[in-house]
């Protein structure tokens, strides 16, 4: 299959619609920048014939029994994503339950696999081909191994955002609506992790915390030191 004959579809407005237009818009911006294809985009209430590309779940994905994942567990582990690939048409989808962005990162895996790069805000590489090829059969299953993924790069600028996304970065993947304590700045380690557990390391164990000037640093703030 290859993207010169392809269809863009993505599921009608619903609660996750705008992260999988977001994620149907830029592929079909970088397919056409790396191979000058500009696939049309449609929705669920069409039904094109040839190659698809199915963006989020739908009625085709759902008739091709392919199973995309939408659980929303209190672990909040299931941000997993689904790539498939069979009988002309491909499949990237994912979980969006609540603050998840899985159709997203399906589609950044793809245009990874077509050797597209995000590497900083101002720094991306678009390769140029005249088609992409997606062997038949293809199948990939994958969710992010930590359920909190964040940067700290200081200022944010307006290129930070789909960067972060790109990269699989979501800070607000563990957040629960109906159980504040459970975001907390203990889950999974973050910036005032150390500072937290600082408090209640015991005093004998000085070799846990950095040296300066002859003295053993404990935190006193979310910032440091230690």
């Known amino acids: 299959m290859t ?15 705008e992260k999988v237009t977001v994620a149907a ?13 500009q696939l049309p985009l449609v929705t669920d209430t069409e039904r094109p014939d040839g190659a698809l590309v199915l963006v989020g779940r739908s ?15 209190d672990g909040r582990r299931d941000e997993g994503y689904t790539i498939v690939c069979r009988d002309s048409r491909l499949v990237l989808a994912g979980n969006e339950s609540g603050p998840y962005h899985g159709t997203e990162y399906a589609v950044y895996e793809f245009l990874e696999r077509a050797g597209c790069r995000y590497l900083a ?3 991306r590489y678009i390769p140029t081909a005249k088609s992409i090829a ?18 700290y790069p200081g200022p944010i600028g307006p290129g930070y955002a789909p960067m972060a996304s790109w990269n699989r970065v979501n800070i607000n993947a563990p957040l629960d609506p109906k159980n504040a304590a459970f975001y907390s700045d203990r889950q999974d380690g973050f910036c005032n992790t150390f500072f937290d557990y600082g408090q209640e390391l015991p005093k004998d164990k000085p070799e846990y915390f950095s040296l300066k000037d002859g003295k053993r640093q404990r935190p006193v703030d979310n910032y440091g030191p230690g």
């Open 134 to 151: 997606i062997p038949d059969h293809l199948r990939i299953s994958r969710a992010p191994f930590f359920n909190k993924r964040h940067w």
């Open 25 to 37: 818009e830029e592929l079909r911006t970088y397919v056409e920048r790396i191979s000058g294809a």
């Open 59 to 73: 009625k085709l994905t759902d008739e091709m029994n392919v199973a995309v994942p939408n659980a929303l567990t």
């Open 121 to 123: 805000c101002d720094a």
């Open 3 to 17: 993207t010169s004959s392809s269809a863009t579809w993505y599921t009608p407005p619903g609660l996750s619609c």
